[in-house]
């Protein structure tokens, strides 16, 4: 495309509503020079289709961290196409006010998309606050019981481990099974679980991102008036879920579904206005709930990011499509841990092993070093595991490709091949 001239920054790439499926190349160059004279924009880019969700640019990496994380390529594309002027309103999403119509709309989408994913119905409220999901440790107790309140932890690793010792300032929460001692390597058989009969609710992590270990059913809380609260992080959005199950399941959005600063709570709405007396009202569902989350300033430009992902996995065929990519990419990476004749290692029981976040070790851990340094220079990163239990971790939420985990498999087999 030839050098256009114009008086102002402002492009027809830029200018591009993201209605037309249409996006830019993400390395096109845009030129200006530093000087009083007009801006000369060159593009050497063209107006693409949506990218195939299999395609990684050159320029970007393979990013396995366990959130912040990876974003659905086309996503980005989608926001970098509306950044600069969200469907000809002339603003950003950014610059909006979060009261105004053009906001409302975004987060009334996000809404329902959601609510279509999950198949949520009218009688829970969706929430999107501040805080991320260790707020939350906070206000569940805060809000579905009172100070003298039993209350049961299930506990299969340190974020169920957290959410516990967060409770205990709030009310009297029971470690009703704690996987500490194993290691955490597994969920227990629930009918051997000594539940109490009065407790308020029954809370759970979903998936434990740090030691890899994803619950596949659901227990049900001792007390048949109590309900079962979860932590779904790291695997919201992954599969299909049962929200009748639960009484309240929240979300830190920067692992499946968007940017870090927000949360996402999903509560029965009988269970909200029973609280006890909340010292910040920003941690009081009834608040947000009573104004649609618009109490204070939410995290905007999150939730239109979280909104087209929503977006994204309706037009990705529904959460069991979601769920049949994640089960392919999990299955050839732990069988290639399996097949390694010890060389790689995963501690989960296979029943329980996430599809999200696979932590493995090497047998020879003195090569851990080295094969972090040669998996980067591949363009694989984050793939060191957490500090507190060590070796690796692949963190391969909805938006990293089949091709990445392909790529990863295939480096740890010559990986092997050298060092074995
Ligand atoms: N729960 C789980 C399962 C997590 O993985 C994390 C973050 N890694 C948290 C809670 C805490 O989330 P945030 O950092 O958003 O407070």
Redesign the pocket.
Known sequence: MAATPLTTPHTTLLQKTHQSHAFLKPNAAFHYRASRKPFSVSCSSTIQDRPSLQSQSQDRVFNFA??PATLPENVLLKAQADLYNWRGSGMSVMEMSHRGKDFRSIIEKAEADLRALLNISKDYAVLFLQ?????QFASVPLNLCQPDDIVDYLVTGS?GD??FKEAKKYCKPKVVWNGKSENYVRVPAFDGLELSPDAKYLHI?A????YGVEFKDYPVPGNPYGVLVA?M??NFCSKPVDVTKFGLIYA?A??NVGP?GV?IVIVRKDLIGNAQEIASVMLDYKIHADNNSLYNTPPCFGIYMCGLVFEDLLEQGGLKEVEKKNEKKAGILYNAIDDSKGFYRCPVEKSVRSLMNVPFTLEKPELEAEFLKEAEKEKMVQLKGHRSVGGMRASIYNAMPLAGVEKLVSFMKDFQAMHA
């Open positions: 366990a959130g805080g991320g999901a260790t707020t974020w957290k959410a992590c998936n434990e991102t740090i932590d992080s790291s830190g920067q692992k870090s949360c």
